[in-house]
């Protein structure tokens, strides 16, 4: 009896040991690996995040060149009819000032002539880096050549020329030619004022090319959608309004210069 009690009491831990086993301190253990891997979990499920960021950034970068075109094509910039009709009538006083006018000539004709030194060489030099041209009165020109070499072809430069003049060695300097200006004839106004017209109508030509430009940008500003309505209603009007006051100012150089050479 003593030994059955015993081998029972002995049995009972044996039993509680099977009872309790060491497996069960298993989820502590894997507490700690769930605690970790949400932290990879979290990685991978941002990085997903970050790339639609970048997307969406690169996304918001393409407004950028379309705001830099419409800014190009606005309507109301006439710079380009501007510097048309600034050019045109620039270009028409220059041409205007070189016409005689009162008997008067004008120096800047002379040294523009191109003057052969050599007939060997097809190389030409202007009149105005040989000599110095200077005006005696309004019917006299003299020039002085830098050297005695250049007096002939010099002389040849200006007797060539459609300028109807005779330069005329000075007997006192070798390196002189006295150069009489003729008076101005019926025959001779009526060619300048033809040459006037000319010059007129050439600047005009470019008035009206340069308004050609720009309605045409207009047009197709508007056949783009690149430009509201309105605002190429009113950048229209506006290219009429320069357009009108650049042919005015064209047309008022054209008959001061010709009053002038009709009276001469």
Do not use: C
């Amino acid at each position: 009896m003593q030994r059955i009690i015993t081998q029972s009491t002995r049995s009972i831990p044996f039993r509680l040991s099977v009872a309790r086993p060491q497996r069960l301190q298993a989820p502590k253990a894997l507490s700690g690996v769930q605690h970790a891997t949400p932290v990879i979990r979290r990685s991978f499920a941002n990085s997903p995040t970050l790339y639609k960021k970048k997307d969406k950034a690169k996304k918001g970068a393409d407004p950028e060149p379309v705001e830099s075109v419409g800014a190009a094509e606005d309507p109301f910039d006439l710079s380009q009819l501007h510097n048309g009709i600034s050019a045109a009538v620039s270009r028409l006083k220059d041409d205007l000032s070189k016409l005689r006018a009162g008997g008067r000539f004008n120096t800047t004709v002379l040294e523009n002539l191109r003057v052969h030194l050599s007939k060997d060489s097809k190389d030409t030099i202007k009149l105005g880096d040989l000599a110095q041209v200077v005006p005696k009165g309004g019917r006299m020109v003299t020039l002085l050549a830098a050297e005695e070499d250049h007096l002939k072809p010099l002389t040849s430069a200006i007797v060539s020329s459609n300028l109807s003049l005779t330069p005329q060695p000075d007997p006192h300097n070798a390196l002189q030619l006295n150069i009489p200006i003729p008076p101005p004839t019926k025959e001779s106004r009526d060619k300048n004022v033809q040459a006037a017209k000319q010059a007129f109508e050439k600047a005009s030509g470019v008035v009206r090319d340069a308004r050609g430009a720009l309605h045409k940008r207009l047009q197709d500003l508007q056949k783009k959608k690149l430009a509201r309505p309105d605002d190429v209603r009113n950048a229209h009007a506006q290219m009429e309004k320069a357009t009108e006051q650049g042919h005015k100012e064209v047309k008022d150089a054209f008959e001061a210069a010709k009053k002038t050479l009709e009276q001469a």
